[in-house]
């Protein structure tokens, strides 16, 4: 059975695991929401660096001034991410995200440099380039659907009243974003949405996918970078399903050019809940 489902909130991730920017609408591409995770910090191999090792990367904060971002460290500096130009040759570099191996690009070194500084170790930042090569690695993704940055799927879904479940009762509740989804759904039933589906909406569809497991992540404080162990068992025992934890779901958009913040349509559940 369908039921009415509305978007509460979107969010876009300019740079792979650093914080969000809450926006009003994400508009899409082959690679999903435009902007999202087109940029990465590497180290001197080229493998991706996240909050899974360098927690201080929650410190960092990005927001959006005249259609620019801007990054801004723990420290108070403050770095402008390069615009790049379509019809400039940048340097190359060879990058891993886990088992994916593509080429990207170095477009500022002094953008790199201050990363660098800022972080206390060597990182590069590259872009992830005009075209992407990078396959959704999913039976159920289409050949002509691709994925930035991100882990494996270019958009993850959180629904509303499941983090009030994992809240209720909690002194301390936990925020949507220390799960980083790309768009929080109104209107389903807790854990709805671990059944997958399609949300039907105008213009297109979200196709789900794949129920997200998950990493350290969520128990890192966002304020302070602290890994806090009750959370992570919090998040262990509340979350599980089918053997796993699991939070928020992995879904592609098709057919999908404008998402906004307060549009609404259908939602008919998958058969795997």
Request: charged share 20%; net charge neutral.
């Amino acid at each position: 059975m369908s039921m009415p489902v509305t978007v509460k909130e979107l969010w876009l991730y300019p740079v792979k695991s650093l914080a969000g920017i809450r926006v009003n609408s994400l508009s899409f591409d082959v690679s999903g929401p435009i902007d999202d995770r087109r940029w990465m910090l590497v180290d001197q191999r080229g493998h991706f660096v996240s909050q899974r090792s360098h927690r201080a990367m929650a410190l960092f904060r990005l927001n959006l001034n005249n259609n620019e971002v801007q990054v801004k460290a723990p420290s108070g500096s403050t770095l402008s991410l390069p615009k790049p130009d379509a019809q400039q040759v940048y340097q190359p570099v060879a990058v891993t995200v886990w088992k994916d191996e593509l080429i990207a690009y170095e477009v500022d070194a002094a953008a790199s440099t201050w990363f660098s500084q800022e972080m206390r170790t060597p990182v590069r930042l590259v872009w992830l380039g005009n075209q992407s090569e990078r396959r959704i690695s999913d039976w159920a993704a289409f050949d002509t659907e691709r994925v930035g940055f991100a882990d494996g799927y270019p958009l993850l879904v959180c629904n509303q009243a499941s983090i009030d479940r994992l809240n209720h009762g909690e002194q301390l509740p936990l925020e949507q974003r220390r799960f980083r989804p790309n768009i929080v759904a109104q209107g389903l039933p807790a854990n709805r949405e671990l059944a997958l589906g399609e949300w039907q909406l105008a213009g297109g569809v979200l196709a789900m996918l794949k129920t997200c497991e998950r990493c350290n992540i969520p128990a890192i404080d966002p304020e302070t970078a602290e890994y806090q162990k009750d959370t992570a068992a919090r998040i262990k025992t509340e979350c599980r399903y089918q053997g796993r934890t699991v939070f928020g779901v992995n879904a592609v958009a098709r057919g999908l050019d404008l998402l906004k913040q307060g549009d609404s349509g259908p939602w008919i559940p998958g058969s795997t809940a």
